[in-house]
């Protein structure tokens, strides 16, 4: 069990919420290098303002660290479609929705924890995960969805066929991906501790480095601890 030390500003003290330590597990696979992390709010996300950078960086010519690269968006694609999975049209990564979103103006904010991960995805060209840790229930494995597998990934209760596409799993079946993340483990106003996923592609190391190094940064600018995940390569795929 880890337990965040208590911080003291005047007369009030403010204790972070204990999270238990998280691994993950990871089936092999010859295209995926992953990051995850995880990061604890001193309260929760409904009272924190995302960083001003995080926001100005929401803007196709926001600035930022990374520029996105049309080698790294061929890769993504790759790594999305090699189990059978097809990452076009309405089932394209994350990382390229929100590029047409900050064309069309339609990128707006939402909370501290999803606007920076839209900031760092958007510019790095690597679709982000987001799922909160009151939400989902370890053990937490990636692994390719079965044919037959869905989930609901919307207020709307629509679902995405999640069919040979890489997925984030909890106790309870998929939760996340690099299309789109499950509804039932989405962040919401009382979120105060998330794990993040970083979908990443061998042959990318540095700008995946780099990526979670911004990333990290602009929580941690908001008063939040991030600390790594113990990663765990499957013997083999289930």
């Known amino acids: 069990m880890h337990a965040a030390s208590a911080r003291t500003a005047g007369s ?26 995880v990061t604890t709010f001193p309260k929760s996300l409904a009272t924190i303002a995302s960083p001003p950078a995080a ?15 049309e080698s790294v968006r061929g890769a993504v694609r790759d790594l999305l479609r090699f189990a059978g999975y097809k990452p076009t ?15 069309d103006g339609a990128l707006s904010a939402i909370n501290a924890a999803v606007d920076v991960c839209n900031a760092v995805s958007l510019h790095s060209g690597l679709p ?19 044919t037959g597998t869905s989930y609901v990934f919307n207020a709307s209760a629509q679902e995405i066929d999640l ?7 909890d106790a309870d079946g998929p ?11 989405k962040t919401r106003d009382e979120t ?20 979670v190094q911004w990333y990290r940064s602009l929580l941690e600018s908001t008063g939040a601890t991030t600390r790594d995940v113990t990663v765990m390569a499957s013997e083999s795929p289930r």
């Open 55 to 69: 926001l100005e960086a929401l803007r196709l010519d926001g600035p930022a660290p990374l520029s996105r690269d």
């Open 175 to 185: 939760c996340a991906n690099a299309v789109r993340d499950a509804q039932r483990t």
């Open 12 to 37: 009030q003290h403010f204790r972070l919420p204990v999270v238990n330590e998280i691994s993950l597990e990871i089936d092999p696979h010859p295209l995926l290098n992953v990051a995850s992390f």
């Open 128 to 146: 982000i995960s987001v799922v909160d840790l009151d939400r989902a229930r370890p053990p937490f494995r990636i692994g390719v969805a079965p």
């Open 192 to 211: 105060k501790a998330t794990l993040s996923v970083v979908w990443g592609c061998i042959g990318f190391e540095a700008r995946l480095a780099e990526a």
């Open 163 to 169: 069919s040979g596409l890489l997925c984030l799993y």
């Open 89 to 103: 049209g309405r089932g394209k990564p994350a990382s390229e929705y929100l590029v047409r979103a900050a064309t």
